[in-house]
C-alpha cells in the first residue's frame, strides 16, 4: 500500500491530493503550516478587505485525505520519513513537496518602528483586515500591488503607489493601453508614481523621485521559494531521489499561478496513480483584475501582426494579433470581458479574419460576453485590410 | 452622516402624516423624502469603488442587529396579516394618494403596495449604483423595479380606479399561480366568469401564464426571465434584498432542506388545487366528509401563503438571506425549477482554468448554490434553484463564470476537463 506524503496545503498540493484519493491509489496524508485546511490565496485581499470571512476562503479537501495542521522541519529521503515541528513523524512512499513560496522581502532600508506589510500569508490577511491607516504607500507594480492600492483606496486612505517599470503591466499592455489604465487608476485618486524605484521605507519613503510621508507600506516585490528542509536539500537534489517531488510555486514550471499550481498538482498526482492526464486547452487563457478592469489574455502563438484600438477615456481596449496567414492567434481585451464562447471557438479553430466578421454575440448575456460591435467592425475592416 | 440625516427627516415626514394627515401634498412629500434618503446612499455607493470587495457586507449586519430587524420585520408582517387594526393608524400615509388614483379609501393593503413598490424602486436606485459597472445588472435592476411599479402597482391600481365594478379583478397580471395560490379559489373563479371580457381576459391569460409562457420562457431562458427580472418578490430580494444576500448559506445540509421544502410544497398547492377546482366543477364544498375550505385552501393560505411568502420569506432576510422564500418556498420556482433543471438551453457556465478558489461567486449566490465547486471542475452550474441574477458572473474577479441560454450543441466548451 502507497503513502503519499504532501508537504504544503497550497493549490499544488491539494490538487496532487484530490487526484490522488479520487484514484484510491494509496493513503494520503497533506501537511500544510498556515492553516489546517487549504484556503484561496488569491482570495486573501478579501479577507483583507473585510469583504469575505475565513470560512468563505477555506477550500474542501475529500474526506479520503488526512490533513495535518503543521510544519514539516526534516526528512530523510533514504529511510523516508518527513518530520513535524515537536517531533511526530509521517512515514511515506512517495513525498511532494510543495511548498510554495514567501513574499520577497524590501530590498532596500527599513527604519526601525515603520509598519511594513506584505499579503502572501493567511496571516498577512488577517493583519491587513485591523489596518486602517490614513496614508497608505505600494511598492511593486505587479497583481498583488494593485490589490494593495484597491486595499488603500478601499479604506480612504491617501494612496501613493511607487512602480519601477515606466508603464503598467508592461508585459501585457501597450505603451498606450498601459497609460490609459494609469489614467484610470489615477481617477480614483491614487498617486500614481511610474519609474519610482523605492530605496528607504521610514519617516519619509525615500524614493528616486523625491520623499514621501505615509504612516505604513505594503511591499509586493514577488517571490522567494520556500525553504525545503534538510542539509543541502536543493530542488536538484530532489529531482535525484526517484520518490520525492516537488511542484508549484517551490518548483514552477512556467508562471507562478494558482492555474499553473493546480495543474502541476493535478499532472503529478495522476502519473503517480497511473492515470492518464487530460490535454491542456488549446491556448492560454490569462485574466486579471485591476480597478475594475478586467485584462483577458488569449494566446495560440506569437502572433506576427496586431490590430488595436483603445479608448483613452474609459480605458477600455481591444487588441487582435494574426499569423500571416491571416489567423487570429492572440487577443487582449482590456476592460471587455472576452469571454463569448463563440469567440473563442473561432479563435481557437484560428479563424481567419474574414470568418471573424461573422462572430455575432448572443443577445441576452451579460455586458462583455458581447464584444462591441462597432470596435469589432472596425478593426476586422482594419485587419482584412 | 448624510445619510442618517436624510433617513430622520423621511421618518419625520412620515410621522406628521400620521398625526397631522396633511393631505395629497403632505403624502407626496413623505414618499419624496424617502427618495431623497434612498439618492443620499446611492450618492454614498457611487463614492465606492465599483466591485464587491470594496464594501464590507460581512461585518455590516453583526448578528444582533440582524437578529432586531429580523424581529422588526417578522413583526411588521404579522401585524399586516392577522392584526389589521393595528396598521390602521398609518393609514393617513396613503389615503388621499389612494383616493386619488382608484378612487376608494386605503386599507392595510393598499399601504403595502405603496410601501413595498417604494422599497423597490428606491433600494433599486441603490443597487443600480452599486452594480453601475456591469450593464445586466443595470438592465435587469432596471426592468425588475419597473414591473414592480408598472404592473404590480400602476396598473391594477388605475384600472380598479376606471373600472369600479370589477376592481377586484384588477390584480398583479404578471403574478400567476402556484405563486398566485388562490387563483383557481371558488371566490376568485366566480369572480372571472362573472367578469366579462375583462374577467375571460385575466382567466384565460392566468391559465396560459402556468401552462404556456413558464415553460417555453424557461426552456428558453432559464427561470431567470421570471424570478430576477420580473417576479415581485424576486423584486425585493434583487434590490431591498441585495445587501442580505451574502448571509444565504451554501451547505449541502441546506441544499437538502431546500429539496425537502419546495417540492411537497408544490405538490401540496397542486394537490390542493385540483380538490379545490374538482370541487368547484361538482358544485359541491365538501369532498365526502371533507369541507374543501378548511382542509385544502385555508391551511395552504395560512402557513404558506402569509407565514412562509410573508413573514419568513421576507422577516427572515437578515438571518438566511433575500431568497428565502424563493429558495424555500416558492412553488412556482420549484415548477419553472424542475423546467430549467430537466431541459432548459440556460446554464451557468465556468471555465475550470482560470478559477482561483476565491469563492466569491459562492458567498454572492443568494439561492446558496456553491458555485465554486463547479468552477473549480469548470462545469456548468445547472441547478433547479439558479435565478440567473448574473452576481456570480459580476463578481468573479477572474471573470470565469457566465450565463447563457443557447443551443447546447452548438456550444463549444472550453472547460479542461478530467
Ligand atoms: C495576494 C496574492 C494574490 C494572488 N493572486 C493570484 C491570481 O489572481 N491568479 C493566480 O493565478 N495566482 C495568484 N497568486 C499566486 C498563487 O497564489 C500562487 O502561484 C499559488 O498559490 C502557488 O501554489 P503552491 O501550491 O505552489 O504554493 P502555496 O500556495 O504557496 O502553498 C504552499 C503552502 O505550503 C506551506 N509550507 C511551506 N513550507 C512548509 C513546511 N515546511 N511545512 C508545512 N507547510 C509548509 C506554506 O505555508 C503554504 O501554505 C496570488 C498570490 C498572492 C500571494
Ligand atoms: S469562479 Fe470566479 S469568483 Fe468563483 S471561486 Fe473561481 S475565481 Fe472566484
Same mark, same amino acid.
Given at each position: ?18 487526484a ?9 496524508? @497533506?501537511?500544510?503550516?498556515e492553516?489546517?485546511?487549504?484556503f484561496?490565496?488569491p482570495?486573501?485581499i478579501?479577507?483583507a ?20 495542521h ?5 526528512? %530523510?529521503p ?8 515537536g ?5 511515506? %512512499?512517495?513525498?511532494?513537496w ?6 520577497r ?33 505600494v511598492?511593486?507594480?505587479?497583481l ?24 503598467l503591466? %508592461?508585459?501585457?499592455l501597450?505603451e498606450?493601453? %498601459? ?5 484610470r ?27 514621501f ?10 517571490v ?11 530542488l ?11 511542484i ?9 499561478s494558482?492555474?499553473?499550481a ?5 499532472e ?7 492515470m ?8 492560454s ?20 501582426w ?10 477600455r481596449?481591444?487588441r487582435?494579433?494574426f ?30 479574419v474574414?470568418? @471573424?466578421?461573422?462572430?455575432?454575440p448572443f ?9 462591441? @460591435?462597432?470596435?469589432?467592425a ?8 | ?9 423621511a ?20 414618499l ?5 434618503a ?8 457611487a ?17 444582533v ?14 401585524v399586516?396579516?392577522w392584526?389589521?387594526? #393595528? ?23 393598499w399601504l ?6 417604494g422599497?423597490?424602486l ?13 450593464a ?13 411599479? =408598472? ?25 400567476f ?20 371580457t375583462?374577467?375571460r ?6 391559465v396560459?401564464?402556468?401552462?404556456? =409562457?413558464?415553460p =417555453?420562457?424557461?426552456y ?30 451554501s451547505?449541502?445540509k441546506?441544499?437538502?432542506w ?12 397542486s ?11 361538482a ?17 395552504y ?6 407565514l ?13 438571506g ?6 424555500? #418556498? ?40 456553491? =458555485? ?18 448574473g ?16 443551443s ?11
Open positions: 500500500m502507497e503513502r503519499f506524503v504532501i508537504i504544503g496545503n497550497g493549490p499544488a498540493g491539494r490538487a496532487a491530493a484530490a490522488l484519493a479520487a484514484s484510491r491509489s494509496g493513503e494520503v496524508v @497533506l501537511i500544510g503550516r492553516h489546517p485546511v487549504p484561496s490565496r482570495g486573501l478579501y479577507r478587505m473585510g469583504a469575505m470571512r475565513d470560512a468563505d476562503l477555506e477550500l474542501p479537501v475529500p474526506a479520503e485525505v488526512q490533513a495535518v503543521g510544519e514539516v522541519v526534516a526528512w %530523510s533514504e529511510e523516508r520519513w518527513v518530520e513535524l515541528a517531533g511526530r513523524r509521517e512515514p511515506f %512512499s512517495q513525498v511532494i510543495a511548498v510554495g513560496a514567501k513574499a522581502p524590501f530590498p532596500g532600508t527599513v527604519d526601525p518602528g515603520f509598519p511594513v506589510f506584505s499579503l502572501q500569508e493567511w496571516g498577512d490577511a488577517q493583519t491587513l483586515s485591523h489596518q486602517h491607516p490614513r496614508s497608505w504607500g511598492v511593486g507594480g505587479g498583488v500591488g494593485a490589490e494593495l492600492v484597491e486595499w488603500g483606496v478601499g479604506r480612504g486612505a491617501e494612496t501613493h503607489w511607487w512602480v519601477r517599470e515606466p508603464h503591466w %508592461s508585459e501585457r501597450t498606450e493601453e %498601459s497609460s490609459a489604465l494609469a489614467r487608476v489615477r481617477g480614483f485618486g491614487v498617486h500614481l508614481h511610474l519609474a519610482t524605484p523605492v530605496h528607504r521605507l521610514g519617516h519619509p519613503v525615500v524614493t528616486a523621485k523625491g520623499e510621508q505615509v504612516e505604513a507600506a505594503g511591499v509586493a516585490i514577488g522567494v521559494p520556500n525553504a525545503i528542509p534538510g542539509d543541502a536539500c536543493s536538484d537534489a530532489i529531482a535525484h531521489v526517484p520518490h520525492a517531488h516537488a508549484g510555486d517551490v518548483a514552477p514550471d512556467g508562471p507562478r494558482w492555474e499553473a493546480t495543474r502541476a498538482g493535478r503529478l498526482g495522476m502519473r503517480l496513480a497511473g492518464p492526464f487530460s490535454a491542456s486547452p488549446p491556448f487563457d490569462d485574466r486579471t483584475r485591476c480597478f475594475d478592469r478586467t485584462v483577458t489574455t488569449l494566446t495560440a502563438r506569437t502572433p506576427t496586431e490590430v488595436s484600438t483603445v479608448d483613452a477615456r474609459t480605458a481596449s481591444l487582435l494579433g499569423d500571416e496567414q491571416g489567423r487570429w492567434v492572440r487577443a487582449v481585451a482590456m476592460g471587455w470581458k472576452l469571454r463569448s464562447n463563440a469567440i473563442k471557438a473561432a479563435f481557437a479553430a484560428g479563424a481567419p474574414d470568418a @471573424l466578421a461573422d462572430a455575432r443577445f441576452n448575456e451579460p455586458e462583455g460576453t458581447r464584444l462591441p @460591435l462597432n470596435a469589432w472596425q478593426l476586422l475592416k482594419d485587419a482584412a485590410r | 452622516m448624510i445619510q442618517i440625516l436624510a433617513v430622520l427627516l421618518l419625520a415626514a412620515c410621522a406628521w402624516n400620521v398625526i397631522r394627515n396633511p393631505g395629497l401634498a403632505g403624502e407626496v412629500a413623505w419624496a423624502a424617502w427618495s431623497l434612498a439618492a443620499a446612499f446611492a450618492w454614498k455607493e463614492r465606492r469603488l465599483p466591485g464587491f470587495a470594496h464594501r464590507p457586507q460581512v461585518r455590516r449586519w453583526q448578528k442587529g440582524r437578529w432586531a430587524l429580523a424581529a422588526a420585520l417578522t413583526g411588521a408582517y404579522s399586516l396579516y392584526w389589521p387594526e #393595528g396598521v390602521e393608524p398609518l393609514l393617513p400615509l396613503v389615503d388621499d394618494l389612494s383616493t386619488a388614483v382608484r378612487g376608494a379609501p386605503a386599507d392595510r393593503w403595502y403596495g405603496v410601501a413595498y413598490t422599497l423597490v428606491n433600494s433599486g436606485a441603490i443597487v443600480a449604483v452599486r452594480y453601475r459597472h456591469d445586466y445588472q443595470r438592465r435587469r435592476t432596471a426592468v425588475v423595479a419597473m414591473a414592480q411599479l =408598472v404592473f404590480a402597482f400602476t396598473v391594477p391600481a388605475i384600472l380598479q380606479g376606471l373600472d369600479v365594478e370589477h376592481a377586484a379583478l384588477h390584480r398583479d397580471w404578471k403574478l399561480w402556484p405563486l398566485d395560490h388562490s387563483f383557481f379559489e371558488p371566490y376568485r373563479l366566480d369572480a372571472l366568469r362573472a367578469g366579462g375583462i374577467g381576459f385575466y382567466l384565460i391569460s392566468g396560459l401564464l402556468f401552462a404556456v =409562457v413558464a =417555453v420562457a424557461t428558453w431562458w432559464g427561470k431567470r426571465w421570471y424570478c430576477s427580472w420580473i417576479c415581485g418578490c424576486g423584486g425585493l430580494a434583487e434590490t431591498t434584498g441585495d445587501a442580505f444576500r451574502t448571509l444565504s448559506t451547505t449541502p441546506s441544499w437538502k431546500e429539496r425537502w421544502l419546495i417540492y411537497p410544497i408544490l405538490g401540496w398547492i394537490v390542493a388545487t385540483v380538490a379545490v377546482v374538482g370541487a368547484y366543477i358544485g359541491v364544498e365538501s369532498i365526502g366528509p371533507l369541507s374543501v375550505y378548511a382542509v385544502f385552501t385555508r391551511p393560505g395560512f402557513v404558506v401563503g402569509a412562509f411568502s410573508g413573514v419568513i420569506g421576507v422577516g427572515f432576510y437578515p438571518l438566511l433575500n431568497r428565502v422564500w424563493c429558495r424555500f #418556498g416558492c412553488p412556482l420556482a420549484a415548477y419553472m425549477g424542475i423546467i430549467q433543471r430537466v431541459k432548459s438551453r440556460f446554464r451557468v457556465s465556468t471555465q475550470a482554468g482560470g478559477c482561483i478558489s476565491c469563492g466569491a461567486c459562492t458567498l454572492h449566490c443568494e439561492m446558496g448554490i456553491d =458555485v465554486r465547486a463547479y468552477a473549480e471542475r469548470g462545469e456548468d452550474v445547472r441547478r433547479a434553484s439558479c435565478v440567473g441574477c452576481v456570480c458572473a459580476e463578481v468573479c474577479p477572474r471573470d470565469v463564470i457566465r450565463l447563457e441560454s443557447t447546447e450543441g452548438a456550444v463549444w466548451r472550453l472547460n479542461a476537463k478530467d
